[in-house]
């Protein structure tokens, strides 16, 4: 069945072809990645045919109605939602809507999902909103606001602030923690005399040391004799 035109479609349209696209064993495989989520919330529709349903409805009435329709039952909305958002170019609308849309994140996935081309282009207004969301209590707002830090801030916008605050972190959640070592493996890739005192003075919890160890001895992106001196700081 052709879908309608992007004009034509409603969140609630949205949301039928949406389950019609689902396939079951696409569906159990997604299940399998993310143990946190119940199963009946998801629909089996692959990244590639979600981002081309994003690309067919960016801009369009029906976009907008669906990005202001939260929250969404299913994970496939929650991916779609996010893949909307990348294509805002103004600033300030591109924030007030990530923020309606965090508190309704709830899995890593979603939350790793969103890349956000305008923020590059606004480090400094990015960087006033990131101390709140290092300060949410919400799992995943928290870990957006790392994975902020990762994406946008390991570059020429470093500060030896930054991993200061990630290192302050102090949670109990698996996907906060996870995100951390992952931040930190990456940060020693880019800025490797900066950031290797963390783990010379042992600025993190035992668990998030160990793991972000693991993670950077793993990458390609380290030397050998790197890689080594990491070994040694287990």
């Known amino acids: 069945m052709r879908a309608p035109e992007p004009q034509n479609q409603t969140a609630a349209s949205i ?10 064993a696409y569906r159990a495989f997604t299940a399998g990645l993310i143990p946190t989520l119940e199963p009946d919330r998801i629909l089996g529709v692959s990244s590639p045919a979600l981002r ?19 929250p969404h039952p299913y994970q496939e909305e929650n991916l779609l939602h996010g893949y909307l958002l990348a294509y805002e170019k103004d600033f300030a609308v591109l924030l ?7 508190p309704w994140m709830d899995n890593w ?21 990131i ?4 300060a949410s209590r919400h799992c995943y707002t928290l870990r957006f606001g790392i994975k902020q830090l990762m994406d946008h801030f390991l570059g ?49 919890d035992p668990w998030t040391h160990r793991k972000a160890i693991q993670k950077a001895v793993e990458s390609h992106r ?13």
């Open 156 to 204: 020429e916008a470093f500060a030896p602030a930054w991993p200061a605050a990630v290192a302050a972190i102090r949670s109990e959640e698996y996907y906060v923690n996870m995100m951390r070592a992952w931040y930190f493996a990456s940060a020693l890739a880019v800025q490797w005399e900066a950031v290797l005192p963390c783990f010379t003075r042992r600025c993190l």
């Open 15 to 24: 949301r039928e072809r949406l389950l019609v696209m689902g396939e079951p």
């Open 52 to 70: 081309a349903m994003a690309r067919d409805l960016r801009g369009s009435p029906a976009a907008a109605a669906f990005l202001e329709a939260l």
């Open 96 to 102: 007030g809507r990530v923020e309606a849309f965090l």
């Open 222 to 234: 380290l030397s050998p004799a790197q890689k080594e001196l990491l070994r040694a700081l287990r």
């Open 109 to 129: 996935a979603v939350c790793d999902s969103l890349s956000l081309p305008c923020f590059r282009k606004h480090r400094n207004e990015l960087a006033a909103q």
């Open 131 to 134: 101390p709140g969301w290092l």
